[in-house]
């Protein structure tokens, strides 16, 4: 069986090596970045990753992620409980308007995991590790060899790397690109000759800033609905962690470099936390001490880039995974789970000794039905926002069926909870509510009697207001 090499370290990269080599395949991650066999997590948090942006940064472990490791790698689901990641019940912890808390089938499926991305990376590192996977840190992949045949693309031989013994080559019949949004294997195949790889990008208009606390008494305000908001000129989200730890993220539009920039202070991002309706809970006096400054993430796009073009290959024996191949707004938490979906499908595919000359082509089947569907659902949820921002008629309608209909049908009708909860957690497609007579019915029977409900507490002040505690902060 081939050897396979794989650029890149973080979630797509070790989760790729654990399961190729779980499967027998001789496999090398190299990563840029030194992975130091930390002790603890909190040694793993506090030790910086260049090459992991977003290490600081809120993230969502969702269900669809937490089953495929029940299923295929039950030791690493242990390893990340032993370590103090906590799953999330959904059905065991609904909002209090729901009279049918009955069980039904599917609600074991309904848990996601609680946890910092540092701890998740430690855990998977240790287990890559563990399972034979060869992990060279502090080694940048330089350049693709490629070897060019007669006819047809060219065929990947390996990869040269730059590490702590100087410039190498690492032969191998297989590359998997991880290496992130900062992938330069685009770059690599038109230098060398080959067809650039399409890619669609889209902006996603916002900036991204995130802060870390540990609760004092290492407990967690009652959590009886939704944890986050949108303002239209402000998103926002709570998100428990393991060990008594919590973050909080505040998602700017771009356009709003005036929040944007007082929100950057400890102070302002505080004061504006203090000030929202679901985060401030967690902001009281007392409660929590900080572990970070803010972190900000700017410059995001969605980016779905393919290795084939008009049905072929643009390289025999190189695929794509993670964020190399498929990029979404990192607001909507999913990239770490379709990473590892694409991850298994990747060691899948080469385990079951498919041809060089299919690979690349049956890896990007598995991402146009598994992976893409949810970029599309990014960019388009992307859009309504602008939208609704810019008061477009349509962008208002489908902004009331959200809040008045749907919103308040999750809280209050337990089919509609469910259902919402699957398509959030990717274990649904996004088209699937949508798409059911019945759960819509349901939705659109709430729209039509927000009337007659009491008008919703509001999720935080108006942006002037908002604007002036920050100021005076």
């Avoid at 937490?66 to 370590?83: E, T, W």
């Avoid at 946890?115 to 990376?121: I, L, P, Q, S």
């Avoid at 900062?182 to 802060?211: F, H, K, M, Q, T």
């Avoid at 088209?431 to 039509?448: E, G, H, I, Q």
């Amino acid at each position: 069986m081939a050897r396979v090499v794989v650029i890149g370290g973080g979630v797509a990269g070790l989760g790729c090596a654990l399961w190729l080599a779980r499967a027998g395949v001789e496999v090398t991650v190299v990563e840029r970045d030194p992975l130091p066999d930390h002790p603890d997590v909190e040694a793993a948090f506090a030790s910086p990753r260049r090459g992991v942006a977003q290490l600081r940064h809120s993230h969502a472990f969702l269900a669809r992620l937490r089953n495929l490791l029940r299923d295929r790698a039950p030791d690493v689901l242990a390893g990340l409980l032993a370590a103090g990641a906590t799953e999330l019940r959904f059905t065991e912890n609904m909002p209090p308007g729901i009279e049918d808390r009955a069980a039904r089938a599917g609600d074991t499926d309904l848990v996601a995991l609680a946890c910092r991305r540092a701890t998740f990376d430690w855990v998977l590192l240790r287990a890559a590790r563990a399972s034979g996977a060869d992990i060279r840190d502090a080694t940048a992949a330089t350049g693709l060899v490629l070897e060019h045949l007669p006819t047809g693309p060219p065929r990947v031989r390996g990869v040269h790397v730059s590490g702590p013994g100087g410039d190498a080559t690492l032969r191998a019949g297989i590359v998997v690109d991880a290496a992130g949004n900062r992938s330069a294997v685009s770059r690599w195949l038109v230098d060398a000759g080959a067809a650039e790889p399409p890619a669609r990008s889209e902006d996603c208009g916002i900036v991204y800033l995130s802060r870390f606390w540990r609760l004092y008494d290492g407990g967690t305000p009652r959590i009886d609905g939704p944890i986050g908001g949108d303002l239209g000129y402000l998103k926002y989200g709570v998100f428990v962690a393991d060990n008594a730890t919590f973050s909080v993220t505040l998602a700017v539009p771009t356009e709003d470099a005036e929040l944007r920039g007082l929100l950057r202070s400890s102070r302002g991002f505080d004061a504006a936390a203090t000030a929202l309706r679901h985060t401030a809970p967690w902001m009281v006096p007392g409660r929590a001490a900080p572990l970070t400054d803010v972190a900000v993430m700017a410059g995001l796009r969605s980016v779905h880039r393919h290795l084939v073009r008009d049905g072929a290959p643009l390289a025999l024996g190189l695929c794509s995974i993670g964020d190399s191949a498929v990029r979404t707004n990192p607001l909507y938490g999913r990239g770490c789970s379709l990473a590892l979906v694409q991850a298994a499908a990747v060691a899948d595919i080469v385990a079951a000794g498919t041809p060089v000359e299919a690979l690349t082509g049956a890896v990007e089947d598995v991402t146009d039905a598994e992976v893409a569907p949810w970029f599309e659902a990014s960019v388009e949820q992307d859009r309504m926002s602008r939208a609704a921002r810019e008061g477009e008629q349509a962008a208002t309608v489908y902004e009331s069926i959200l809040t008045d209909g749907l919103l308040p049908a999750v809280r209050s009708d337990a089919t509609v909870f469910r259902a919402f909860l699957r398509g959030f957690n990717l274990l649904d497609p996004p088209s699937t509510l949508l798409a059911d007579p019945d759960l819509m019915a349901r939705v659109t029977a709430t729209w039509n009697a927000r009337g007659e409900r009491p008008p919703e507490p509001p999720l935080g002040p108006p942006r002037d207001e908002l604007l002036g505690m920050v100021r005076s902060a």
